[in-house]
């Protein structure tokens, strides 16, 4: 089974959180929520979400994939831990799918993986890409094996387009229209 880890720091975007989270675990991806530093992780409008693990204890080479929930400060959270930079470069130099939506592509960025890379993010942040090759016109942006977005808003094409790289456009477009999505 393809297992995706999803780390989640203080401050995370709950929408963004689970519905990727939700919309992989649909489509029969095995999805390890790992937290920070604690194992309840409270996110940026007080919800809490309780980790599968913590991201410490996490084998990273059993994972095919690693996503990143935006919001704030979440995104400014995982881009102070060295373990997540290192989880990043480690799965893209592998080749491994690297998904980051809302404000997450600027930990991207800090891990140093968006060169040559066209992607996207919350429009709020795009001065923090000048030269790169940054996208706004695009909800969902696909480069290889990274995957951004845009925010909340996008969170289930998001969610779906990594579906469609992991399992394909068909089970991506029967789980849409399982879900209602337009």
């Known amino acids: 089974m393809t297992k995706i880890v999803v780390p989640l720091a203080r401050g995370f ?35 809490k979400i309780e980790a599968d693990q ?6 990273h080479r059993v994972f095919a ?23 990043i470069q480690e799965f893209a130099a592998q080749e491994k799918l690297v998904g980051a939506i809302c ?3 600027l930990v991207l960025k800090a891990a140093g ?11 709020g942040f795009a ?3 000048t030269g ?3 996208q706004d016109d695009k909800p969902v942006v696909e480069d290889d094996n990274i995957i951004t977005s845009r925010g909340p808003g996008t969170a289930l094409p998001f969610a779906l ?10 089970v991506s477009q029967e789980l849409a229209s399982n879900m209602l999505v337009d």
């Open 65 to 87: 994939g690693l996503v990143l929930p935006g919001g704030m400060p979440g995104t400014e959270n995982l881009r102070r831990e060295k373990r997540v930079l290192n989880l």
């Open 132 to 134: 790169y090759d940054y």
């Open 103 to 105: 404000a997450a592509p």
């Open 13 to 47: 975007e709950e929408i963004e959180a689970v519905t990727i989270i939700d919309v992989l675990r649909r489509a029969d991806l095995k999805v390890i929520c790992a937290g920070l530093g604690e194992i309840t992780v409270k996110g940026a409008h007080g919800i």
């Open 161 to 170: 387009q990594i579906v469609k790289y992991f399992q394909g456009q068909e």
């Open 54 to 59: 913590r991201l410490k204890n996490i084998n």
């Open 127 to 129: 001065q923090e890409f």
């Open 113 to 123: 993986v968006l060169e040559n890379i066209s992607f996207t993010s919350y429009p």
